[in-house]
């Protein structure tokens, strides 16, 4: 549920004025500065609903552009995205480069009060200087239990030859690396080139069993597969999908760890309207609005007051019940190392004719 630096000189930023509040009002109203704000981010991954209520709230157009992978918001924002963009969604994974480097806007949280939602276990004191959480994500395995070969309890079963033709998965490199490094019993996080190299066979052997990547969902409701490496988002509308016919359960993991993943609005350094941003983050990090936002957009949550406001439904959604949340793992930014994914990443889709 997942691709140098211009340093510009703000002029008069006309401070938007925010008051924190509850019970679904967002703290927003239409006397910002700014009547446009140009958002670059994921499709697909906020509801049209809760951008219609904003601009009907603020009188601020939003004006949406997507990206296909992370390495496209972060190739932006190194190139001075603040000329296009207002707010630009990215990863923990590329988070420490981004503010060592300069490309962003420091925060005043201070304009964000709803921002006090967000449980500070999923937003370090570094990153809550330049970021905003929007919504994460676990990436684990889940199978059909009736039509899977085999049950699976680790990445390794994933590469087995009863499991040809079976799979769907997620893509990027980020996400696939990591569980070939784990299978081998490498850190996830590594920088080695060796055990990336190790990790790409690996992931040949992955990508042999491997019918489709994307949001696989749809194929595994409709049979085409039986298992695949997602989202919990993803899983969330499989399952519902399949209604009271469900069959489908996260693979329950013993030793293995599963990667949960953030993704962050930023202000890229210079961006146009910031009070626009200010506004837009405010109003996101609502309670109301985002629980909202939750009905089109099941994906696990950092907004603990968004959570509580949720239905029942969202809340006991079986694609969060699982019983390794604890075993998990970040991505970390790899510095210069991104270069070495890159490169073996590159050579795996040749590999697999994309």
């Known amino acids: 549920m997942k691709k140098k630096l211009m340093a510009m000189i703000l002029g008069l930023v006309v401070i938007f004025a925010l008051t924190a509040c509850g019970g679904g009002d967002s703290g927003t109203s239409g006397d910002s500065g700014s009547k446009e704000l140009n958002i670059f981010m994921w499709s697909d991954y906020i509801s049209d609903e809760t951008i219609a209520d904003f601009e009907k709230e603020t009188g601020i157009k939003v004006n949406l552009s997507y990206m296909n992978d992370n390495a ?25 480069s981004l503010i060592n480097g300069g490309y962003l806007e420091e925060l005043d949280l201070s304009q964000i009060p709803n921002s006090e939602n967000i449980n500070k276990a999923y937003w370090t004191e570094q990153n809550q200087k330049f970021c905003v959480p929007y919504l994460m994500n676990y990436i684990y395995v889940v ?60 992931l040949k052997k992955y990508n042999a069993n491997v019918v489709a990547y994307g949001s696989t969902e749809t194929n595994i409701v409709n049979g085409t597969i039986s298992a695949m490496l997602t989202y919990d988002g993803n899983t969330a509308e499989a399952m519902a999908a399949m209604g009271d016919n469900n069959t489908l359960t996260v693979a329950p993991f013993k030793k293995d760890p599963v990667q949960l993943g953030f993704d962050l609005y930023v202000i890229p ?86």
């Open 143 to 202: 199978y059909d239990k009736e039509r899977c070969p085999i049950e699976i309890t680790c990445y390794n079963d994933l590469i087995k030859p009863e499991m040809k033709g079976q799979l769907g998965s997620i893509d990027g490199a980020r996400n696939l690396f990591p569980i070939a490094l784990i299978a081998l019993g490498y850190d996830p996080n590594s920088k080695e080139e060796s055990e990336i190299a190790e990790a790409y066979e690996w």
């Open 269 to 354: 350094k210079g961006a146009k309207h910031m009070d626009a941003a200010y506004a837009f983050l405010n109003y996101i990090t609502d309670a109301e609005v985002m629980a909202k936002n939750l009905v089109e957009n099941p994906y696990s949550c950092p907004n603990d007051a968004a959570v509580a406001a949720a239905s029942e439904e969202y809340r006991n959604d079986p694609a969060f019940d699982f019983d390794y949340k604890e075993n998990i793992f970040f991505q970390e930014d790899v510095g210069d190392a991104i270069k070495i994914y890159d490169k073996y990443y590159q050579k795996l889709k040749v590999d697999t004719g994309e």
């Open 72 to 96: 496209d918001s972060v190739n932006k924002l190194t190139a001075g995205a603040g000329d296009e963009y207002d707010l630009i969604m990215t990863c923990d994974a590329y988070m420490e």
